[in-house]
């Protein structure tokens, strides 16, 4: 039977609908939902706007899924080109340049990013549920979640990881710092059979310098950890031998007794453990200071070994000891709170 104009124009129109418009639900059978595969679950969930973690199993997948049958669901089809135009071989390379100067998706995104808010290895956070939680903002508006966007997402973690590289493991790594200070004091063991490397991290996870970008528990994670157990153990026997040397060393050839003034020797002198304990308690410090007075104080006869120029010398020398040594302290602590906030995750 032939068509008539009307029927003809019914179907025109029904034809040329918004290709991003919802559609009502569609019931999928029992069995063929049990063959689907992992890929085709999520496109199904996300025709359905529901966000999912990424790392979730295919059965998760399949329960979500199971329970949102009911909702209505996108079009398949993209965006359709405008009339009278063809997509030419500079159309690509233009919009890849546009995404790389001035897009507002990227701009956000790098922005979440280098904040912290979007962690930068895809297995914590997978580009469907990026595009799930900042789907609703003004940024994406006309945005669609298909293999140039995960293309795109996957080039731009690349750029910021190269912007923002990790820490060496050095010295100044602020997780680094706390290991060597916890296994110096006793705290960890150093025997890995006391204390696995598993333990290790379930006691130090919840600290601000275990939860910086690039710190997980694997295999590097181990190997430092047993690194840095044979560095000190190997530390501590050095330690322990040069003790023995140097005081077989001291017993084969006494140092002399008196300096080439005719004064007791300083270094490792009563004197000098005393005049340490009073500039620790601010006694040069004290209003109209003089090295006189700290000299003749009846309960530091020692002090009175070196004549007075030497005594006053001594005091200005372990004070700009003191001083450098603070500096040092000062610039280490500095250094790490400063790696600990570029590379922290968290606030």
Excluded at 82 to 98: D, L, V
Aim: charged fraction near 30%; proline fraction near 7%; glycine fraction near 4%.
């Amino acid at each position: 039977m032939p068509r008539t104009h009307s029927q003809s124009s019914a179907m025109v129109n029904q034809n040329d609908k918004d290709p991003t418009t919802e559609c009502p639900p569609i019931n999928i059978p029992p069995e063929k939902l049990n063959c689907m595969k992992v890929a085709d679950l999520k496109l199904e969930l996300l025709r359905r706007k529901v966000c999912f973690p990424s790392k979730t199993r295919k059965q998760g997948l399949l329960d979500l899924l199971q329970a949102s049958l009911h909702l209505p669901t996108l079009a398949e089809s993209g965006r359709q080109q405008p009339k009278g135009s063809k997509k030419g071989p500079n159309t690509e390379k233009q919009t890849q340049t546009h995404w790389k100067t001035d897009h507002p998706v990227r701009k956000l995104l790098c922005f979440e990013f280098k904040e912290g808010n979007v962690p930068l290895d895809p297995n914590e956070m997978g580009p469907a549920e990026i595009f799930c939680t900042y789907t609703d903002n003004t940024e994406f508006e006309g945005i669609e979640h298909n293999d140039a966007f995960i293309k795109r997402l996957k080039a731009l973690r690349l750029h910021v990881m190269k912007e923002e590289p990790l820490l060496k493991w050095t010295e100044l790594h602020p997780a680094r710092k706390l290991l060597f200070d916890e296994l110096t004091s006793g705290v960890i063991p150093l025997d890995a059979e006391q204390m696995s490397a598993a333990e290790v991290w379930c006691r130090c996870s919840a600290q601000s310098q275990f939860k910086m970008r690039g710190m997980k528990h694997n295999e590097t994670f181990k190997r430092r950890l047993a690194a840095l157990r044979k560095l000190i153990k190997k530390d501590k026997n050095r330690a322990t031998e040069d003790k023995i040397e140097v005081a077989r060393a001291i017993r084969n050839h006494m140092p002399p007794a008196l300096n080439h003034r005719g004064e007791p020797q300083w270094n490792g002198s009563k004197a000098q453990e005393l005049l340490k304990e009073d500039i620790a308690n601010n006694k040069h410090l004290v209003p109209n200071f003089k090295p006189s007075e700290l000299r003749m104080q009846a309960d530091r006869p020692e002090h009175r070994e070196c004549s007075m120029e030497t005594f006053r010398w001594k005091i200005q020398q372990e004070v700009r000891t003191n001083k450098h040594l603070h500096t040092l302290k000062h610039d280490a602590e500095q250094k790490l709170r400063k790696n600990l906030k570029k590379m922290s995750i968290t606030e």
